[in-house]
Nanobody, 114 residues
Framework: VQLQASGGGLVQPGGSLRLSCKGS????????VRWHRQAPGNQRELVAN???????NYADSVKGRFTVSRDGAKNTIYLQMNSLKPEDTASYFC?????????WGQGTLVTVSS
């Protein structure tokens, strides 16, 4: 099982980015996939998840600004991030649980700064 995260970068406050998490060795449409983030000096926090049934959940801090979605054909999960704020600056990680293990993608860095 491998998760490949991508899409991070530098964006101005108020801007948008879309992160991608492509899975191999696992079928995302039957597993819950989570997006976490970790800012320097902070603990890793859950940002959003999407269940195998397509239900989504969001942290209060991103609700209304971030949207998680899935493309089953591409076995990829997306995190659309709009109205970005400097406090959204962090490394973003996707993760899923499979057969008793947690699998993490590598982090993709999002920097929100003018």
């Amino acid at each position: 099982v491998q998760l490949q995260a991508s899409g991070g970068g530098l964006v101005q406050p108020g801007g948008s980015l879309r992160l991608s998490c492509k899975g191999s060795g696992i079928v995302f449409r039957i597993n819950t996939v989570r997006w976490h983030r970790q800012a320097p000096g902070n603990q890793r926090e859950l940002v959003a998840n999407i269940t195998g049934g397509g239900n989504t959940n969001y942290a209060d801090s991103v609700k209304g600004r971030f949207t998680v979605s899935r493309d089953g054909a591409k076995n990829t999960i997306y995190l659309q991030m709009n109205s970005l704020k400097p406090e959204d600056t962090a490394s973003y990680f996707c993760a899923t649980d499979y057969r008793g293990r947690v699998y993490w993608g590598q982090g993709t860095l999002v920097t929100v700064s003018s």
